[in-house]
């Protein structure tokens, strides 16, 4: 198909996600044809670097060769079968590799197709394993201001993002929202966020969850949260005393812990999990996105056998979990993520320091910036957000900067994706030194050219 007919295809017929689709009434979406390592290529050619890793899921860049072979050998078997009644060889490597991994507490697999779905099927399983244990005033959630779980109905009810999930309230399950752990606004004033993440608090801000859970454990099923940094809200890295306190108040007040690690798993934190940075384990983990590399749609709800065991009894009791979908274990989305485990296996994390320190690196040269403030990094992760340079102070949001600089990227070979006037870099873990200084000039240059635009704030 030649671009033109693709473009007026996609005009009239297709509706993207979270776009607001009068946006592109004088502009078009990219047309994308083919990636190769960090780089896309559009229909003419052009190249962008794919600096959000095409919506965070994917690791080890476009067209990864072993990931890719594991999936075509996978076709000439098997595409698909039902996952009730019938298990498959491939769900049981990739699990038997997902054991190498996680601590041998997380022992139980619910398969299922997405982050939203692994987030739904975790709600669901801690509220019931509660009803199953004849514990029926546990039914209540806790969740964090800005977190973001997912958009099915479940996941918005424990989402903490007024803009994406407030118009859907009357359709929400009634949760507790409690304050996030932001250090960079610490709402204490004791310390500033650091580059390094470690803000040497003692997390006061656990204050409001403690006396919630203290006052209402007879309620409360479960807390849900995004361990060391809270990705859609905008990139907000937290210290991890903030999580080892939490799971001590859950242990103390019999309340499971669940850590949504969609978006920051699979070395997306410098470790293979972001609980690993703690060193304290979850009661359910939910994991999707980086799973397959980014080649297909897969997501893992992994619990323990301390949970899983309150299913487990005569089906005339009736704790069976009544939870699936269609794609269920997918076989080739399973291959795929075995491939992505194989190359964690072949080279470790631990073993990509070097893109680590050269992403830090960037990140502070861009601190330098009069147009930048608070620049937070954590492994592969890298974010600031965009001010005004003559005032100090963020944009009026009707200016809708951060849109700019993502028109002006496009330019700059470059996809930024800002969430709202924040800038961020979310980067494949085998990305090479010089695509990261390539990124970083192109970055540079695309806020440039829009601040540029803003020079008459200067008198
Ligand atoms: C932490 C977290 N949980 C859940 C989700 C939802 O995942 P999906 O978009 O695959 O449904 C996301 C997506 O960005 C996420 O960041």
């Known amino acids: 198909m030649k671009r033109s007919e693709i473009i007026k295809i996609d005009r009239e017929n297709i509706w993207h996600p979270f776009t607001q689709m009068k946006d592109y009434e004088n502009s078009e979406h990219v047309v994308i044809t083919r990636g190769k390592g960090v780089k896309l290529f559009d229909i003419d050619n052009n190249y962008y670097y794919d600096t959000v890793s095409s919506w965070w899921t994917n690791v080890f860049g476009h067209g990864n060769k072993h990931i890719s072979h594991n999936i075509r050998s996978q076709l000439n078997s098997l595409e698909h079968v039902i996952f009730a009644g019938i298990t498959h060889p491939y769900a049981a490597k990739l699990v038997d590799l997902m054991n190498r991994f996680l601590p041998s507490e997380l022992s139980k697999y619910f398969f299922s197709d997405n982050g939203s779905t692994s987030v739904e099927v975790a709600l669901k399983m801690a509220f019931q394993y509660w009803q199953n244990l004849g514990k029926t005033s546990k039914t209540k959630f806790i969740f964090f201001e800005n977190s973001y779980h997912g958009d099915t109905i479940g996941a ?44 040497g608090c003692n997390c006061e801000c656990i204050d409001e969850v403690e006396r919630l859970i203290e006052d209402r454990s007879e309620e409360i099923a479960a807390v849900i949260i995004e361990p060391m940094i809270q990705c859609a809200a905008g990139m907000n890295i937290y210290n991890g005393i903030f999580l080892k306190k939490l799971r001590d108040l859950c242990t103390q007040n019999d309340i499971i ?39 297909l749609p897969l997501a893992l709800t992994v619990t323990t056998k301390t949970i899983y065991d309150a299913f487990y009894d005569d089906y005339f009791s009736y704790k069976t979990f009544f939870h699936g979908h269609s794609y269920t274990a997918n076989p080739i989305a399973c291959s795929a993520a075995v491939g992505c485990l194989e190359n964690f296996i072949k080279k470790p994390i631990e073993k990509y320091k070097s893109g680590m320190e050269k992403l830090k690196d960037a990140a502070i040269m861009m601190s ?36 700019k600089i993502y028109h002006e990227s496009l330019k700059n070979n470059l996809i930024l994706r800002p969430l709202g006037d924040t800038i961020y870099w979310m980067l494949p873990v085998n990305i090479r030194k010089i695509d990261i200084e390539q990124i970083y000039n192109k970055t540079v240059k695309s806020i440039k050219n829009v601040i540029e635009g803003y020079s008459w704030l200067r008198s």
């Open 368 to 403: 330098e910036f009069d147009f930048v403030s608070d620049v937070r990094n954590i492994g592969f992760i890298a974010a600031f957000d965009i001010i005004n340079p003559y005032s100090g102070k963020p944009f009026p949001a009707k200016e809708r900067v951060g849109l």
């Open 257 to 295: 812990l669940i850590f949504d690690e969609v978006a920051t798993g699979f070395g997306r934190t410098g470790k293979m999990f972001a609980f690993e940075h703690v060193g304290i384990i979850p009661d359910i983990l939910c994991l999707s996105k980086g799973i397959t590399g980014g080649f």
């Open 156 to 199: 918005v009810s424990v989402g903490g993002i007024d803009l994406y999930h407030k118009l859907y309230k009357p359709l929400m399950f009634n949760s507790h929202q409690v304050k996030s752990p932001i250090c960079r606004q610490c709402i204490f004033r004791k310390n500033r966020f650091t580059l390094n993440g470690d803000t």
